[in-house]
């Protein structure tokens, strides 16, 4: 497989290879020199079409700490914008010598159609409400570091399941590792047929927070939202949001993650979100490790 379109699409030693790989470039990040030569035959895209910090940045970073050469394309400020398709954009790009191209899109699928006409890797770096492998990678990876293992924990996911990429991946991700999945929210932002995917629905935050090793709560994502789906925010904050008094209520302690970027004060409020609970920047950190691994492994079926 030389892509990495959805973590649909992986097995569970697929994983447990990443995470393997992505703990040996942990170690190499924290070296003075944090570099490795192990890429510089390979050039990589970088192509945004929807805003990004954390991927965007952690994927550059990623390919230069592997020595590949990158470039960086962001839609807004391209020929897209003078009517340029998508497969035209690509394979000019790819005929100044690019192997692999790293791409975020507000389509969902956008990924999955790309790989069937163009000649290079691709890895999808969130399309639309679908999937965000990468960032259900570096989020396993990330609860491993804390917790020991993936196998056996609980988790909840948070907030508006039915608009995230992170939910669907993470859901994905946590299952094939035999994580416990529950999703929480309201019913407008939980989508039918969940429990078909082998999660449980639990629509009171303070039962599911009861009830797991791990909530991960997600952005309310406003620029996906149709007005009709959404309780109102002081609604959602009042339900859904999580405080240090509730989150202090609990007869234990859980492990608080988020994908960022963060409403504050929304699905979490500052003092959880920067308390000892939180892992949200060790997420950040381990996303360079996860996404060199990612992409290091790719490379060498390119290379074969
Ligand atoms: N978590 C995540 O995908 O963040 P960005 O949108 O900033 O890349």
Redesign the pocket.
């Known amino acids: 497989v030389k892509h990495l379109l959805g973590i649909k699409y992986l097995k569970k030693e697929d994983i447990e290879l990443i995470f393997k790989t992505a703990d040996h470039f942990k170690e190499v990040i924290n070296r003075p020199i944090k570099k490795v030569p192990s890429l510089r035959d390979i050039t990589i895209a970088n192509l945004f079409f929807e805003?990004?910090?954390?991927?965007?940045l952690s994927f550059e970073l990623a390919e230069k700490r592997l020595s590949a050469d990158v470039i960086n394309f962001s839609a807004a400020s391209s020929s897209v914008k003078k009517g340029e398709t998508l497969i035209d954009t690509v394979n000019n790009i790819l005929s100044m010598k690019v192997d692999m191209v790293v791409m975020r899109h507000p389509n969902p699928g956008a990924g999955i159609f790309l790989s069937k006409h163009v000649n290079a890797s691709i890895v999808n770096a969130?399309d639309g409400a679908h999937e965000?492998p990468t960032?259900a990678l570096l989020d396993s990876y990330s609860i491993r570091e804390r917790l020991g293992e993936v196998a056996g924990k609980k988790v909840v996911i948070v907030g508006d399941i039915l608009h995230s990429r992170?939910a669907l991946s993470n859901i994905f991700a946590l299952k094939l590792q035999g994580a416990e999945v529950k999703v929480c929210g309201p019913k407008t932002l939980i989508p039918k047929h969940i429990e078909s995917l082998g999660v449980g629905v639990e629509t009171n935050l303070k039962a599911a927070l009861e009830w797991c090793d791990v909530a991960n709560m997600l952005r309310v994502q406003n620029e996906r939202m149709d007005i009709s789906y959404f309780p109102s925010t002081r609604e959602y904050v009042k339900q859904f949001g999580l405080n240090l008094p509730l989150l202090e209520s609990l007869k234990k302690e859980i492990v608080i993650m988020h994908?960022?970027?963060i409403n504050r004060g929304v699905e979490i409020t500052s003092d959880v979100a920067d308390s000892d609970h939180a892992i949200i920047l060790d997420q950040v950190q381990n996303g360079v490790a996860v996404r060199m691994a990612v992409i290091y492994l790719l490379a060498a079926k390119i290379q074969q």
């Open positions: 805003n990004s910090t954390r991927t965007r969130g965000h960032q992170v994908p960022g970027p």
